[in-house]
């Protein structure tokens, strides 16, 4: 069912706790699943320097929470943002279909970590598509 990447992620996740002096953090969940992914990054220079994660959720959702940060850590904010769900899915020799939202997750956690970190810059993270924070008049979180 799962990849010897998906295994070797839960297993022995990298990058798992609150990160100290993170200057960006972000956090999405999915009421139906259960599923809540914390991101922690310190970026400097708009270069994330480092990151990690807290995770509730299932094996997969600990797993793409991994190579999520395992992805784009030492990228630039730029590059970060090109990172996809599927990209986290095919890293990780991919995932069962009725898991691939975990990846979707991963995906949406890094976006609103930098979201995060923009915000705290003055700038405004809608101008590149991200969450602007404002959920009331927001669709895309609610699918």
Do not use: W
């Not at 994660?53 to 959702?61: I, L, R, Y």
């Not at 630039?76 to 986290?88: D, M, Q, R, S, Y």
């Amino acid at each position: 069912m799962y990849s010897e990447k998906v295994l070797d992620h839960f297993s022995n996740p990298r990058n798992v706790g609150e990160l100290e002096g993170a200057n960006a953090v972000g956090q999405v969940g999915n009421s139906k699943c259960g599923d809540i992914m914390k991101i922690y990054m310190k970026i400097e220079n708009d270069i994330i320097v480092d990151c990690s994660f807290k995770t509730f959720g299932c094996g997969a959702a600990v797993a793409t929470s991994s190579m999520a940060t395992e992805m784009v850590k030492g990228k630039t904010i730029e590059e970060a943002l090109t990172l996809t769900n599927k990209a986290v899915a095919e890293a990780l020799d991919g995932l069962p279909p009725e898991k691939l939202h975990c990846s979707v997750l991963a995906e949406e956690a890094i976006k609103s970590a930098i979201a995060d970190y923009m915000r705290s810059q003055g700038k405004d993270p809608g101008t590149l598509g991200l969450c602007d924070g404002n959920c009331e008049n927001c669709c895309a979180h609610n699918k």
